[in-house]
């Protein structure tokens, strides 16, 4: 029997999941032993991030294999411009900046909206079905750390007020990944560029790590 797909692209990530959760920059930042310009930081990261992956993604609507993925309701970056300007103030697109690690993985996702549309598939499976399963846990945290209204500015990117039952869109989302419209040898390159969205990841993490340490 053929593994469905989305349980294929699951476990290929599976250790690189657990190398995401555990980094020190996400333990120390649920961990409650950062200031809220780290969690700041980390936003102004994830805004140019969900920049790439949203800005201009109309190109693909009618593309057959990225096209049934596109959901309105998924859409992050007037929620990330209502954070940061609760975080930062009104002026904050004057201050925000990325790091060299999130150019890199903005400038990769970019890249696949233009050229690979399966590709795309795999950055869009990486954030926002994270986003909808883990992101809740740190929604969490960091309404208790930082005393955020419950789903309120400040932690408004990780509320997905157009998706009603998140468990029942999960669902669905593998639903599409197990049928998406690719040969055998396609389906491998997207599980590679899963795991290379895992690293990118990773290496922002890593960054902020460096920026923000509790043992300083
Ligand atoms: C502290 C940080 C994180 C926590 C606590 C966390 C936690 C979780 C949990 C509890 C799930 C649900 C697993 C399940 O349904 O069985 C999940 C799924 C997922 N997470 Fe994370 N996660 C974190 C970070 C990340 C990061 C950084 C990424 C990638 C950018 C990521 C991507 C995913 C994806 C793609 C899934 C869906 C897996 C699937 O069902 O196919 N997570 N996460």
Redesign the pocket.
């Known amino acids: 029997m053929d593994t469905p797909f989305?349980t294929l692209?699951?476990t290929a990530s599976h250790e690189q999941?657990t190398e995401?959760?555990t980094s020190t920059f996400?333990g120390d930042l649920?961990g409650g032993t950062l200031g809220v310009d780290a969690y700041t930081r980390y936003t102004e990261q994830l805004w140019f991030v969900y920049k790439a992956l949203e800005d201009g993604i109309e190109r693909l609507a009618d593309d057959p294999v990225a096209g049934p993925f596109l959901r309105a309701e998924l859409a992050r970056v007037p929620e990330l411009e209502r954070d940061l300007a609760h975080l930062r103030g009104p002026d904050w697109r004057e201050r925000v900046t990325a790091l060299p690690a999130t150019e890199a993985y903005a400038a990769r996702i970019e890249e696949c909206v233009r050229e690979w549309p399966a590709g795309y598939v795999a950055h869009h499976?990486?954030?926002y079905?994270?986003d909808l399963?883990?992101g809740q846990?740190?929604r969490d945290k960091a309404e208790r750390t930082w005393g955020f209204a419950r789903k309120g500015d400040g932690v408004r990117f990780y509320v997905f007020e157009g998706v009603g039952n998140p468990a029942a869109f999960?669902r669905q989302y593998r639903k599409l990944l197990d049928a998406i419209a690719v040969d055998e040898l396609e389906r491998q390159r997207v599980v590679a560029e899963c795991k290379r969205a895992?690293s990118l990841?990773t290496a922002v993490f890593a960054a902020l790590g460096e920026e923000f340490s509790s043992a300083a």
């Open positions: 989305s692209i699951r999941h995401a959760e996400m649920l499976y990486t954030r079905l994270g399963s883990g846990i740190i999960k895992f990841n």
